[in-house]
């Protein structure tokens, strides 16, 4: 435990904690885009760059955009932007979900066998990182790649404007 | 800068590198790699602060000369009342956006406010440092150079989006939904089209990809990426997309002085409206260098009888060059409206960057072709880059021409 990684994980768990606290929905996204660069920030001083390149190209640069832009479409007013507290029956779905999520989290970390004793680093190039993910990895690429297409083509097809003939919806 | 064997290399040639190596051998072995890598980011920030400074001078002046007026011509050098030109404008600019009152809206979010323009210029710093200089000159040598630089660049339309709705005003908030619209359709043709230097490369280090451009065919013809079918659609995508990246004209969209005022800079003035124009030349100047070493061969020198000028000055001749083309088609061409723009990129520099990604490909497995093979190799490759552009360029502009002006 060095002193930079408990900056890093200190600053992107409180960085997230208040995003979600937060009753600004544009802030809670910028902060959240903070967060997921403490998690790049995680990724170099382990010593994957690639990944942290990765991570900051991905989320902090499209993923926290589509968020913003998500929050400003579906709600056109600024003041709108602040979201009242929910009621008290939506807390008990929000703890079941959130607190499945957790378990499944906790249990994919416990039930994987970490490595703690003392080994070489490992130092990939990013040839042998692209070499092994065409290679053994392959499969898994491909899945993933069509799984993202697929929601891909679920949001459009939500997004998308129904037939001319169908009413509009009355808003 | 990279410690390169670099006593092999002519005196020219090692200068910079030898100049610090002499401001900093007084310090004791621990602390030389800090000093050296602070005087590089001072080297680097000095030198693209002048250039930026110069820039908006010489866009002035160029824009004028397009206009077929003079320009800035008028402010004398400090206490020696001698007009040069124009050579003091960028002095006077300084003094006065220094100068100038700060005003913050009041309904402004006031954090998000102050830290935009912040955030833009820290970002667009960042992209300076794998880009290599010259032969000895790259401040970082990263084995993921190519994916570091447009990391750190993604992050600026988020500062854009941050200014224009800190600001709280309809034209700011507008410019930011442009913004993010505009980034969502653009990253995607930028990072697509430099995919096909790194399939042929293998590479995604930038001095990797510079070396490998240093051979002439023939003895004459620098073998330059953009010098394929391949490469030359690649860099034209590039291009555009870099374009609309760094909000220039004809992509300057979220800042449309007609439609939007300023769009996010409306609510900014004095320093903070300076440090928005320097984040946008920074872009402009990292986003041309990552083109040059993409595409142009980096440092290398165009022809082996020229390659006694140092590397870093065929570097700076070919990053002004395309500095002075975005200047250009400033003055050339009209502003986008913003469904054009999202069909440019959709509907056409998408595909033609997919098309291309297998275009590079067919390049690489027919690199073996030799005599009148090489002939079909580039009668392939050509149709291959051509074709798709003719048909998407027809299918773009079907139905919307000739216009007819009825009343004009």
């Known amino acids: 435990m060095s002193l930079a990684f408990l900056l890093i994980a200190f600053l992107t768990v409180a960085t997230a904690a208040v995003a979600m606290a937060l009753r600004n929905l544009v802030r809670s996204a910028l902060l959240l885009g903070a967060s997921w660069a403490g998690v790049a920030a995680f990724y170099l001083w382990a010593g994957a760059e690639f990944l942290a390149f990765a991570q900051v190209l991905v989320y902090v640069g499209a993923i926290s955009m589509v968020v913003l832009f998500a929050v400003l479409l579906t709600r056109p007013s600024r003041d709108e932007g602040a979201v009242s507290p929910a009621s008290a029956g939506r807390l008990l779905p929000a703890l079941i979900a959130g607190g499945s999520v957790l378990g499944v989290l906790v249990g994919a970390i416990v039930g994987s066998p970490l490595r703690t004793a003392a080994k070489p680093p490992l130092a990939f190039t990013v040839r042998e990182l692209g070499l092994q993910l065409m290679g053994p990895h392959a499969a898994s690429l491909v899945v993933v790649g069509a799984l993202l297409t697929v929601a891909l083509l679920g949001a459009v097809v939500i997004a998308a404007p129904g037939r001319p003939g169908d009413r509009e919806d009355p808003r | ?408």
């Open chain 2, 1 to 408: 800068m990279s410690a390169h064997p670099a006593n092999a290399l002519p005196l020219l040639e090692r200068l910079p590198v030898a100049l610090r190596d002499a401001c900093t051998s007084w310090l004791p072995e621990s602390w030389r790699w800090l000093a050296n890598s602070l005087l590089s980011i001072v080297a680097i920030f000095v030198v693209f602060a002048t250039l930026f400074a110069l820039l908006t001078l010489a866009e002035r002046k160029i824009l004028g000369r397009v206009q077929n007026r003079p320009g800035p011509n008028r402010a004398p050098l400090p206490f020696l009342g001698i007009r040069t030109y124009g050579l003091a404008q960028p002095l006077a600019d300084g003094i006065k956006m220094l100068t100038k009152e700060d005003i913050v809206p009041r309904g402004a979010d006031r954090v998000l406010h102050f830290l935009a323009p912040v955030a833009l210029l820290a970002f667009s710093i960042l992209t300076f440092a794998v880009i290599p200089y010259g032969r000895a000159l790259l401040p970082v040598e990263l084995d993921a150079a190519v994916l570091y630089f447009f990391a750190a660049g993604a992050a600026t339309e988020l500062a854009i989006f941050m200014a224009g709705w800190a600001s709280r005003n309809k034209y700011s908030l507008l410019a930011a939904m442009r913004a993010l619209a505009q980034l969502i359709s653009y990253e995607l043709p930028l990072l697509l089209s430099i995919v096909p230097v790194v399939l042929v490369a293998g590479s995604l280090s930038t001095s990797e990809i510079v070396e490998q451009q240093g051979t002439w065919l023939f003895g004459v013809f620098p073998q330059w990426h953009v010098f394929t079918p391949w490469g030359f659609a690649g860099f034209l995508i590039f291009f555009v997309a870099a374009l609309a990246e760094s909000n220039r004209s004809p992509f300057d969209l979220p800042e449309a002085e007609s439609e939007l005022i300023a769009g996010h800079l409306t609510e900014y003035s004095g320093f903070k409206y300076a440090l928005f124009f320097m984040a946008e030349y920074f872009g402009m100047c990292a986003l041309s260098g990552m083109g040059v070493t993409l595409f142009l061969g980096g440092w290398q020198a165009p022809i082996p009888a020229l390659a006694f000028i140092p590397s870093y000055g065929w570097f700076a001749a070919k990053l002004l060059a395309l500095l002075f083309v975005f200047m250009w088609i400033r003055a050339t061409f009209p502003r986008l409206r913003i469904d054009q723009l999202t069909r440019l990129a959709w509907k056409f520099l998408v595909p033609l960057a997919l098309v291309n990604l297998f275009t590079a490909a067919f390049w690489v497995l027919s690199s073996g072709w030799a005599g009148p093979l090489a002939f079909a190799r580039w009668l392939v490759a050509g149709t291959l880059v051509l074709g798709p552009f003719l048909v998407l360029g027809r299918r773009l502009s079907a139905g919307l021409g000739p216009r007819t002006y009825r009343y004009a």
